[in-house]
């Protein structure tokens, strides 16, 4: 079976084609993706309008690359799938339109994907895929979830965000120190070179005794601390992104290793953008190995926003005979979609 996906949530244009044979895990066939950083960063962040209109520019000749790529022809794909929700409306409803337009061109069946159970299950198409039962840590731009995932569409939320996500609180910090956007990987970059001990910034709800997070404090606190820098802020820039990336960091690996500790469970999954951040990844291994915890990330490239886990979503949803695919063409999206509404249906 193979399954084409179409991811256009937000700034970035994904395409890709996986194949599902039997029980075993689907393979990438080919990904193709354009991102819009260059076009949004003049404004300092995602321009929704502009976002929707690129990615009409770029989903069919990236669609044409991707079966190039994989030497199948659009009458070979079995299914289209798209992101039909969270995300931009006008963003979403570009790849739901022209994921119907060629299910109703082809006559082939059509499936919506929700965006975070791409993140989620995003690890199976990495060379070493994790096995179910597992606790999953989800930080994306816009959610910071802990999970427990017992299979697909097996999913019990253990704690969240009452505010910020990680990625917002890395965009915002950096955002204010002046370092453009998309801001996480330039604040990380950035921290490579500071001292993560410069500054003493809060670690909201760490000790909370629940799962959830908060990162609005944080980022007020750094910019209470950039102003108290005032004109010495651009030589202590590199301490201030260390500190804030520290703070950030700690808590994740804190409340990751609390929900794994307090479910039982020995193996963690790392999805979403953040999941790319490598003191993250450093930080999560080391407290991991401390409890013979195996840790599993999706490939770098495939931590943000990309066409082939929605297409691994999709066809891991049939494989296990969740959801079906179906020739309606009548399309809507979802722009606020919780995850827990994916349940028990589709
Ligand atoms: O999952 P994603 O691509 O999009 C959403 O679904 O939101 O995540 C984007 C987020 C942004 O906040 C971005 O700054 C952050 O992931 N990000 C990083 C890194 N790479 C991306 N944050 C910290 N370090 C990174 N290396
Ligand atoms: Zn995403």
Redesign the pocket.
Known sequence: MLVLGIES??D?TGVALVEATGAAVPVLRGDALHSQIDMHQAYGGVVPELASRDHIRRVLPLTEMVLTQAGASLAQVDVVAYTRGPGLAGALLVGAGVACALGAALDKPVLGVH?LEG?LLSPFLSADPPEFPFVALLV????TQLMRVDGVGRYELLGETIDDAA??A??KSAKLMGLGY????A??RLAEQGDPEAFKLPRPLMRSGDLDFSFAGLKTAVLTQAKKLGPELDARKADLAASTQAAIVEVLVKKSMTALERSGLRRLVVA???G???SLRSELNAASAKRGVRVHYPELHL???NGAMIAMAAAMRLQAGIQEARRVYAFDVKPRWPLGELQFHG
Do not use: Q, R
């Open positions: 949530s937000c970035e965006h993140h994306s731009g816009g959610h990625g917002e890395f965009d998309p801001g996480g990987p604040l990380s979403g953008g953040v790319a951040n490598k931590c943000t926003d």
